[in-house]
């Protein structure tokens, strides 16, 4: 009896074998980090069955209505988010409910990309991520698939 041994090779995907797909989500109403982590499961592509960790092979993502995320207990007064000019003395801090005010997109931008791998990958995929605080979207014409988050594991 011989074994087929052509059947057991790993198969690794490549810029010319992956299929990446255009995503629709709705933020409205979800949890900031439970929505941020399944966003980058999605840009990452760790839910298709060809994943490849060095490869860029996730989904391009189109968050909508990022200004209508929600944050439980105190965050919205406890949360800080912190940057620096670069200048001495140049460190700004601000809270959650001011940056929602100022710039509603950055909460979920800095919560999925402080999810992605820190490094030239991890930049570079950072880009497919789409995110707009209204219901409106610049990627009509890619018709994205809409996704329910609360599906996804």
């Known amino acids: 009896m011989t074994v087929n041994t052509l059947s057991y090779k ?17 933020a ?3 949890t900031l980090g439970r929505l941020a982590s399944k966003v980058a499961k999605l840009i990452r592509g760790k839910h298709k069955p060809n994943f490849t960790p060095h490869v860029d092979c996730g989904d391009n993502v189109v968050v909508i209505n990022a200004d209508k995320i929600v944050l439980t207990g105190n965050k919205w007064q ?6 620096h000019t670069g ?10 409910e001011k940056l929602l005010a100022k710039h509603p997109i950055r ?3 800095n919560a999925v990309k402080g999810m992605l791998p820190k490094n030239k990958l991890g930049r570079k ?3 497919n991520l789409y995110v707009y605080a209204g219901a409106e979207h610049k990627q009509e014409a890619q018709k994205p698939k809409k996704i329910d988050l609360n599906q996804i594991k």
């Open 10 to 26: 790993t198969i690794s995907a490549n810029d010319k074998t992956v299929n990446k797909e255009w995503v629709l989500v709705d």
């Open 28 to 30: 409205e109403g979800q």
């Open 78 to 83: 406890d949360k800080v988010y912190v940057r």
């Open 87 to 96: 200048y001495p003395g140049g460190r700004r801090e601000i809270t959650a």
């Open 107 to 109: 909460l979920v931008e």
């Open 125 to 127: 995929i950072y880009k």
